[in-house]
T-cell receptor, first 113, second 116 residues
Framework: DTGVSQNPRHKITKRGQNVTFRCDPI?????LYWYRQTLGQGPEFLTY????????KSRLLSDRFSAERPKGSFSTLEIQRTEQGDSAMYLC???????????FGSGTRLTVV | AQSVTQLGSHVSVSEGALVLLRCNYS??????LFWYVQYPNQGLQLLLK??????LVKGINGFEAEFKKSETSFHLTKPSAHMSDAAEYFC??????????????FGKGITLSVRP
């Protein structure tokens, strides 16, 4: 494994469109996290999976956001009816339960115009 | 609830000078503390972590941090700055090391510039 992979790296979309991002974690990592980073801010927690189970969702994750991790492997984050305020870097991280430290992906930068 | 305060958004040092990036935390439970570095258009890379084993923590690239409970601080230092250290640095706190509730709460970050 070369690390956590996120696709696409950049996405420009028009307001009101739906977008989907993908995260491929390190294969043996059972925990997967999504964070959102806006300009000038630190990453903020969105949601967390252990295997295929979504165990926690932040208040930041409105009903327009949905995340899945089928079969406990890759994960997708979908934003419906995008708004300009959704423009941010979306970071995925994975870790092996019981291990120390996360491995972050390079992120998907979303721009809503 | 936990939080992290990183005072100042930008620090500029000369190459070879001491680097000091400040981080203060607030936590109702013994915290686990982390420093991450982010280069432009890249993800976050772990520099070092405090997990209660030792108060002085050494990390990668010559960085170290000292946990001071009385000051609720976890400042990051490097004796001699290198041009390649220019990046954004984030302090983060977690209530657990590896458990289910081990999500990170980040500070706003500090941009480090290194002058030739």
């Amino acid at each position: 494994d070369t690390g956590v992979s996120q696709n696409p790296r950049h996405k420009i979309t028009k307001r009101g469109q739906n977008v989907t991002f993908r995260c491929d974690p390190i294969s043996e990592h059972n925990r997967l996290y999504w964070y959102r980073q806006t300009l000038g801010q630190g990453p903020e927690f969105l949601t967390y999976f252990q295997n295929e189970a979504q165990l926690e969702k932040s208040r930041l994750l409105s009903d327009r956001f949905s995340a899945e991790r089928p079969k406990g492997s890759f994960s997708t984050l979908e934003i419906q009816r995008t708004e300009q305020g959704d423009s941010a870097m979306y970071l995925c991280a994975s870790r092996l339960g019981g291990a120390l430290g996360y491995t972050f992906g390079s992120g998907t930068r979303l721009t809503v115009v | 609830a936990q939080s992290v305060t990183q005072l100042g958004s930008h620090v500029s040092v000369s190459e070879g000078a001491l680097v000091l990036l400040r981080c203060n935390y607030s936590s109702s439970v013994p915290p686990y503390l982390f420093w991450y570095v982010q280069y432009p258009n890249q993800g976050l890379q772990l520099l070092l972590k405090y997990t209660s084993a030792a108060t002085l923590v050494k990390g990668i690239n010559g960085f170290e941090a000292e946990f001071k409970k009385s000051e609720t601080s976890f400042h990051l230092t490097k004796p001699s700055a290198h041009m390649s250290d220019a990046a954004e640095y984030f302090c983060a706190v977690s209530p657990e090391e590896t458990g289910a509730n081990s999500k990170l709460t980040f500070g706003k970050g500090i941009t480090l510039s290194v002058r030739p």
